[in-house]
Each structure stands twice: as structure tokens, then as C-alpha cells.
């Protein structure tokens, strides 16, 4: 077997926002397994992004294929950075963006009691910052087969669970932003894809929750249990690779069966 087909991803390079924890942490670890070069955006959480690029760095020494990148998404001028600091790292092909970047109000409060401010913040990291970062990947991405834009949605927008309004509504508003754009990507190969998850096991879930909210989300899921990370990384490496091209413009819904 050879190494490209043993490692599908082997001289891709891939963009993964909120790299530094959580979901976008395994992601990150997941696509650079399967061979690709990762640039790992973070917010906030600089020690633990070199500490997952270091962990990604460690398996080949001679050839560092993880870097960190600091940029706020919901910042034009930032988003175009990581770009280019990708492009000046790995060369000037990108295959592959990531959008896991998020956030959540962890008061979950109903609709009629979401301040502005707080919808405003939602909207603008969850909405805003996959809006800039997709733009961004339509304009820079390789053509001719190999471009792939991820965003990482959610199955709120399908349970509709309340004191999730302004989380859910952000993120239905990402997952008809990529529908259409899969479409008006036509002639370039990039494809434009959702993944959706369900209650998964971080940090940005338990955040506000009861042990009563958490057993109440394992107890709704016909699986028995909560979400792990590694349950949605390989459905993001799928995506990422050659065999997902007739798959396009759609939203998977991992959860479990949850919705």
C-alpha cells in the first residue's frame, strides 16, 4: 500500500478555526492522521494550541506540519491573515477549511430573555466569523478538485431545544449560507459541506449544565450516551478527502440518532 493511499490527505493543507480545544482540537489531530498540514486558528487559548501543535509536530519531527494562528473570525482583516499565513507556511495551495470556531450562552436563556448583546456575540462568531472564513475559502481554495469547505453546525437547529435561540438561528443561518454556496461553487470542485453534530462531551457543553441537563441529553439519545469527539472527527476526515466529492451542499447530522 502506498503512503497516499495509506494517508488520503498527505500534502493538503488545512485551516481548522477553534483548533484549540473541543471539537476543532480533535478535528485538528484527526486530519493531520490522515497526512494533511494543519494551521490551527485559536481565539484565546494560545498555550493549548502549541501544545496541540507540538503533540502534532512530535510524530514528524524533521518536517513540522502544524502551526498556530491567532485571529478573531468575525474580523475581516484577521481571516484573511490566516490565510495568508497558511499560504506562507505551506506553500500556496489550500485544500481544506474547517469552520469550528463557536460559541454558546451558557445562561441558556429563553429568546424573550436574550439580551441583544448576547445575540449579537453569538451571531457574530457563529454566523459572521463562518460567513468571512467561507468567503474567504471560495476565493482561495485550490480549484480543479481537492477544495473543501466544513462547517461545523449543529442538531439544535433540527431539535430546536429551548434556550437555544440565538445558537440554533446562527447556525441554521451557516447551514443555508453553505447550501447556496455549493451551488454557486460550480466549475471549481470545491464542494460545501455541514456537519451537525449532538450533544457532544466538551467544554462548551457542559458549560451551564445541571448533572440533571446532561443526564436529560444521554437519556433523549437513542444511543444511550453522550457524544465523543472522536465520533465526529472521521465524519469531518470523510469529508475532507477525495472520496466525499459526490457529496455536496449537505448538512450530516451526527448525533447519534438524536434528531
Not at 475559502?137 to 481537492?146: D, K, T
Not at 431545544?161 to 447556496?180: D, F, L, N
Not at 437519556?219 to 470523510?238: K, N, Q, S, Y
Request: glycine share 10%.
Amino acid at each position: 500500500m502506498t503512503e497516499s493511499i495509506g494517508l488520503p490527505l498527505v500534502g493538503r493543507v488545512a485551516i481548522v478555526t477553534g483548533a484549540s480545544r473541543g471539537i476543532g482540537r480533535g478535528i485538528a489531530l484527526h486530519l493531520a492522521s490522515l497526512g494533511a498540514n494543519i494551521v490551527l486558528n485559536y481565539a484565546a487559548n494560545s498555550s493549548q494550541a502549541e501544545q496541540l501543535a507540538a503533540e502534532i509536530n512530535s510524530l514528524s519531527p524533521t518536517h513540522p506540519r502544524a502551526t498556530t494562528f491567532r485571529a478573531n473570525v468575525a474580523d475581516s482583516a484577521d481571516v484573511k491573515a490566516l490565510f495568508d499565513h497558511a499560504q506562507q507556511t505551506f506553500g500556496p495551495d489550500i485544500h481544506i477549511l474547517v469552520n469550528s470556531a463557536g460559541v454558546l450562552d451558557a445562561k441558556y436563556p429563553t429568546t424573550a430573555d436574550t439580551t441583544e448583546e448576547d445575540w449579537g456575540k453569538t451571531f457574530d462568531v457563529n454566523a459572521k466569523g463562518a460567513f468571512l472564513c467561507c468567503r474567504e475559502a471560495a476565493n482561495r481554495l485550490i480549484r480543479g478538485g481537492g477544495g473543501r469547505i466544513i462547517a461545523i453546525t449543529s442538531s439544535l437547529v433540527g431539535s430546536l431545544r429551548p434556550g437555544y435561540g440565538a445558537y440554533a438561528a446562527s447556525k441554521a443561518a451557516v447551514e443555508t449560507m453553505i447550501k447556496i454556496m455549493a451551488k454557486e461553487l460550480k466549475g471549481t470542485q470545491i464542494t460545501a459541506n455541514c456537519v451537525a453534530p449532538g450533544a457532544i462531551a466538551t467544554d462548551m457543553f457542559y458549560a451551564g449544565k445541571s448533572k440533571e441537563a446532561v443526564q436529560m441529553a444521554i437519556d433523549i439519545c437513542p444511543m444511550d450516551r453522550l457524544g465523543e469527539v472522536e465520533d465526529i472527527a472521521p465524519v469531518v476526515g470523510f469529508l475532507a478527502g477525495d472520496a466525499s466529492e459526490w457529496v455536496n451542499g449537505q448538512v450530516i447530522r451526527a448525533n447519534g440518532g438524536y434528531v
